[in-house]
């Protein structure tokens, strides 16, 4: 058995500690929900092996490999976001589709993804991850224009060169596909001091893809912000105008002449049977275990699944019965009320009668009698 674990292993173990700890300790403090909280204590450790994820490898499983490395170098440059590809779209769009397409064509083979503006870049390395290379050529961006300083297809030969050399002196058996895509447009003064004929005896097949029509597209500015709206301007004429940028054939049919293979011009999806016939070297069955395995967190899925429905089962007449608790607090707080208030009406009453009493001049209390009699003998003196 196997374990691909979702977190650290580590992070793993402390939760299924710390779980099972609080557990034990609630289950002492109140005995009489020790079997709640053993349940739960089961809830957690089925979660914490689940994060395991347990599996068993298939003996029976082999990879299927192809002979083949398979290098997409793409033009990040500004003009490859040129709209004027498959009827006004950008010219990176079809690139990524044709990525994918060719990708797709040529099961079991490796495949990597370079990239070329000012400098060449490895975006990807060489794997047989079909899902890696979708997802590294569907974050692409062409180059920040602010940073722009012209450009040339000879910038991607030094990355080419570096990659190749690397592939053919690891594994000089395996055949090494190039796929050069770009619209062959140079805007620089002072290209590199390179040249694609040195990579001819690197390449064993592939082609020169060219993006890009006659007429030629705007340019959407990339200021490396999501919301670029503003065009590309050409600042040789004043007034400013949209600049445009168009497909040099000449230049992509010279470069694949260098390579030594094919030249194709790319105007919409489809048409790829004949570039991507290659030789693959046909596929090859290895002794190699598949990465992929029989995942068995599902069959604890199910004791996990009986004890949650356990748990709520038995937590809903609790949480029923939160309303009529609280109902029944809330009257005995207003007949509380009602008895303060009562006595406090009581004692007032108490109060005022007890200020209708005065002190005579002996000291003792006068109350409304006294007071009768006082009035009473007062008059006599005076008649």
Do not use: C, K
Not at 30 to 45: E, N, Q
Not at 369 to 379: A, E, F, K
């Amino acid at each position: 058995m196997t374990f691909l674990p979702l977190a650290p292993w580590w992070l793993i173990a402390v939760f299924a500690a710390a779980t099972a700890g609080f557990a034990v300790w609630a289950g002492r403090q109140d005995p009489r929900r020790r079997r709640a909280w053993l349940r739960r204590a089961g809830i957690a450790a089925l979660l914490a092996v689940m994060a395991l994820r347990p599996g068993i490898p298939d003996p029976d499983a082999r990879a299927a490999n192809t002979n083949v490395d398979v290098f997409f170098v793409v033009d990040t440059t500004s003009s490859i976001v040129a709209e004027d590809h498959d009827g006004g779209r950008p010219r990176l769009e079809g690139v990524a589709e044709d990525v994918v397409a060719i990708a797709d064509a040529l099961p079991g083979a490796r495949f990597t993804l370079l990239t070329f503006d000012q400098i060449g870049r490895v975006e990807l390395p060489l794997t047989d991850d079909t899902t890696a290379l979708r997802t590294a050529v569907e974050v692409v961006r062409p180059e920040i224009a602010f940073y722009s300083a012209g450009s040339s297809p000879l910038t991607a030969v030094e990355v080419m060169a570096e990659r190749l050399t690397a592939a053919q002196e690891q594994e000089p058996d395996r055949n090494r596909v190039v796929f050069l895509m770009t619209d062959g447009e140079t805007t620089t003064d002072s290209p590199p001091d390179a040249s694609f004929a040195s990579l001819a005896d690197l390449v064993d097949d592939g082609a020169v893809l060219g993006y890009g029509t006659a007429e030629g597209g705007r340019m959407l500015e990339n200021t490396g912000y999501e919301s670029d709206e503003r065009y590309i301007q050409d600042n040789s004429e004043s007034p400013s105008t949209d600049a445009i940028s168009r497909i040099d054939e000449a230049a992509l049919t010279a470069i694949a002449g260098e390579l030594g293979v094919d030249y194709a011009h790319r105007t919409a999806p489809g048409g790829l049977a004949d570039l991507v016939d290659v030789e693959t070297g046909g596929l090859e069955v290895t002794d190699e275990e598949l990465a992929g395995r029989a995942d068995l967190g599902w069959l604890l899925a199910l004791p996990l699944l009986a004890l949650v429905l356990w748990e709520g089962a038995l937590l809903v007449p609790e949480l029923l019965a939160i309303g009529p608790a609280r109902r029944r607090g809330a009257g005995r707080d207003r007949s509380a009320t009602s008895g303060d208030q009562s006595r406090s009406a009581t004692g007032a009453g108490l109060d005022r009668a007890t200020a209708g009493d005065r002190t005579t001049t002996n000291g003792e209390p006068e109350n409304a009698v006294t007071r009768g009699d006082r009035d009473r003998t007062t008059n006599g003196a005076l008649r």
